[in-house]
């Protein structure tokens, strides 16, 4: 049968073969996606490093880096280190015979975030360090397809970032770990390979224990390698950077026929969709800099940073946002160890006897009720002290001083 017999015993008025030829293209292509990931060897691709936008501070003038949303200056104690995986963003500052603070930020906006947290510390005798996780603010981006956003890769940054300061944060005294979102999961899966150098341990509003029932069928899709990564790079930074045209429902995650929250739903929450949307993405960092918030930061990070998006959704992909209720346990574990152990000389656990997690009531994303459950369930009970305080997921943004109230409260409380 010809070409031109095959076309006229085509009914093109048949709704089926409209259905045919509209989803046969996206059928081949997601077939041959599952193909290629089945039988054919991964193709390695030669390490690359995207820049920060720190390599075009010096094309700026004086008044448009004050104006930046998120100036080289926002912090005291800044240094550039290098590294194999690229610069890395360190800000470090306080008394230098104080307990040392390590804070660790979320996904989406980098380490000025927990900038206020940071300054209150330092008022009460801390020596705190900050930095930005790959491919945030001023720290470079290693390629996320040679080096994925994932446990290993964090734990290599948090130990250069340590090895870099001049004072000895490894040494005997050890340091306090204080993490924030996604910052939360990597400091809970850092101290349970670690036991040895983290002291303390402080978790605000941390991934890691998501509950796999919150994970929508869109994020699996999504973030599934099924889809073109360059769509999905173009989709998820649009609906990062605010476009008006990305679903938005009142600063909360975008809500799906099932009523669930994806994992990247709420990892992108620490901006919502749109700044209009919430009541506190716009609300400055800085009293005296209205131009510093979350929403800024993020929206000038996906136009000055090439390897923002990538390094997000690499972190969606592979960075501790669920199923990681064995760390937890094995930091429990080691706690009852402590407290039983009759060789105080081998205890591998905190000094103090709790972990302590600040969880925001109003929290849509970290829900303060199972986070509490979940910790306790993974850790013991005798081993996490839960703070409930009013707020949502940017409690450390909006809420620092009721944050390190909590924590002054706890470290007075608990024998170190």
Not at 67 to 89: K, S
Not at 271 to 297: G, L, Q, T
Not at 375 to 380: E, L, V
């Amino acid at each position: 049968m010809d070409v031109q017999s095959l076309l006229r015993r085509i009914d093109l008025h048949d709704r089926r073969t409209l259905y045919i030829a509209l989803t046969a293209p996206f059928v081949a292509y997601t077939g041959l996606r599952i193909l290629q990931t089945l039988l054919l060897p991964r193709v390695k691709h030669s390490a690359t490093i995207l820049p920060s936008p720190r390599h075009s501070l010096q094309l700026l003038s004086a008044q448009k880096l004050e104006d930046l949303p998120y100036p080289p200056n926002a912090l005291p104690g800044a240094r550039d280190v290098d590294t194999p995986y690229g610069n890395i963003r360190v800000y470090e500052w306080g008394p230098e015979d104080g307990r040392k603070v390590l804070l660790v930020h979320g996904i989406s906006t980098p380490c000025i975030a927990l900038a206020g947290v940071a300054k209150l510390l330092v008022e009460m005798g801390c020596r705190v360090m900050l930095f930005d996780l790959f491919g945030r603010g001023y720290s470079d981006a290693p390629d996320p397809i040679v080096h994925p956003q994932n446990i290993q890769l964090f734990t290599t940054q948090i130990l250069l970032v340590l090895s870099s300061s001049q004072l000895a944060w490894t040494g005997t005294d050890r340091f306090t770990m204080l993490g924030y979102s996604l910052g939360g999961g990597i400091s809970a899966a850092f101290t349970s390979c670690f036991p040895g150098l983290v002291e303390g341990l402080i978790l605000v509003a941390p991934s890691g224990l998501l509950r796999p029932s919150h994970i929508s069928s869109s994020s699996k899709l999504m973030y599934g390698n099924l889809l073109p990564q360059s769509f999905v790079n173009y989709y998820v930074g649009r609906r990062l950077k605010g476009s008006p045209s990305a679903p938005a429902s009142s600063g909360n995650p975008e809500s799906t026929n099932d009523d669930k929250t994806g994992a990247a739903e709420a990892a992108e929450s620490e901006v919502p969709a749109h700044p209009a949307y919430s009541a506190n993405s716009m609300s400055p960092i800085f009293s005296d800099r209205p131009r510093i918030s979350p929403a800024h930061a993020v929206a000038w990070q996906i136009d000055a940073h090439p390897g923002f998006v990538a390094a997000f959704i690499s972190s969606i992909k592979y960075a501790p946002i669920t199923g990681e209720h064995g760390r937890w346990k094995l930091i429990g574990s080691r706690q009852v160890a402590q407290k039983t152990s009759s060789q105080p000389e081998k205890k591998q656990a905190l000094k103090e006897d709790k972990v302590l997690i600040l969880l925001g009531k109003q929290d849509t994303v970290i829900v303060a009720d199972e986070v509490d459950d979940d910790a306790r369930k993974a850790m013991g009970d005798d081993n996490v002290e839960v703070v409930k305080l009013e707020g949502g997921h940017d409690l450390p943004i909006v809420h620092a001083q009721g944050c390190v109230d909590a924590i002054a409260a706890f470290w007075k409380s608990v024998p170190s």
